[in-house]
């Protein structure tokens, strides 16, 4: 095989893999149902049935490269909104405050979230290992006090996904308000003071005047 078909061969197999992972993306986003057959799945790819087997062993490993998938076009999002933001604490509380703005901008991949669960969260790819930086850097920085950073990521996640899940039932809430209020309490609790942990939490966020 030449270089110009080898490539054109790995651009489609590319292509093929995103469909799928794109379709189960779809199915977690609007149902969270895995049980879904991969030849319903094949079908909304647009992909043939063997083609599935070409790049995935079982359903199980392309949900979870649609949740990882999913995960990480978040935490890029989030990284670009704070791109030039130093300090740990800040990034900590701008990135709890801006997920629960996606809720509203991206609601396809929080809901991927709240389907994926805490366990999913803490421990995958995505926003869980910028998190624990943050958290970390906190820490040696003295800013937080000394507490097992797993611990502090999932009583942040928990709290996040409580936001989400808020935001999705009741609509007519105030997501931002919420999330400032969520925040607070949280940065409060890592050792923060009380009136930095308020500033935190209700400072304009960057690109924003609010």
Not at 90 to 100: D, F, T, V
Not at 104 to 132: E, F, Q, T, V
Not at 148 to 161: K, Q, T, W
Not at 172 to 194: C, F, K, N, Y
Request: charged share 25%; hydrophobic share 40%.
């Amino acid at each position: 095989m030449s270089v110009t078909g080898s490539n054109r061969f790995e651009r489609r197999r590319s292509q093929t893999r995103q469909a799928l992972v794109h379709a189960a993306r779809e199915i977690l986003a609007e149902s969270g149902d895995t049980s879904t057959s991969i030849r319903t799945i094949a079908e909304r790819a647009d992909v043939g049935f063997g083609s599935f087997y070409n790049h995935f062993t079982c359903k199980p490993d392309l949900f979870d490269a649609a949740v990882a998938d999913a995960l990480e076009e978040y935490a890029e999002a989030i990284d670009d909104r704070l791109h030039g933001v130093d300090d740990p604490v800040e990034r900590l509380a701008g990135s709890m405050r801006l997920s629960a703005r996606m809720a509203g901008s991206r609601p396809d991949i929080m809901r991927i979230l709240c389907h994926s669960g805490l366990g999913r969260l803490c421990a995958g790819p995505g926003l869980a290992p910028r998190a624990k930086r943050d958290m970390e850097q906190g820490m040696a920085a003295g800013r937080f006090t000394a507490v097992d950073p797993v611990l502090a990521l999932a009583a942040l996640n928990g709290s996040l996904l409580a936001l989400l899940q808020l935001w999705f039932t009741q609509p007519q809430a105030d997501s931002d308000q919420a999330a400032s209020r969520v925040v607070e309490m949280l940065l409060h609790l890592l050792g923060l003071s009380a009136d930095e942990a308020r500033d935190l939490a209700r400072r304009p966020l960057p690109g924003t005047s609010s």
